[in-house]
């Protein structure tokens, strides 16, 4: 079924090479929402869009930090705001919310993960919008 987080997969959502933006490594990127600006679509709070990995830490990893390029929305959205979450084994470890009208650029979320056990972790990205 076709919805706002998959109706373009390929070509501006998913894996894609990035539209007026450069990719952090490499030359794709990861579009969680859309990757031309403009879209409107029919969302409502709690709706979400994430990619996830799992990811093996090393005894005495300390930090996990991640690099993310944002485009918040042009406008304020009716049913809430935009959160960038990282999340660590589905618990939310860093947050940033995303302010309507903001330029694009580069974001790095950090989390302290001293106290994980050694062995893999599933850590993933998510766009949600929250009331």
Known sequence: MSHA????????QGRVVPKGAVAHSGSYAFVLGFGSPGRVEAIEPGDYVQVAQVASFAAGTKL??????????????????????LLIDGLARATHDLVPGAKMRTLELAANVSKLAAGNHTIALRLELVP
């Open 5 to 12: 987080f998959n109706r373009a997969l390929g070509t501006d």
């Open 64 to 85: 996990l930090r991640v690099a993310a390029t944002i485009r918040p929305p042009s406008a304020p959205v009716p049913a809430g705001l935009w959160r960038l979450h």
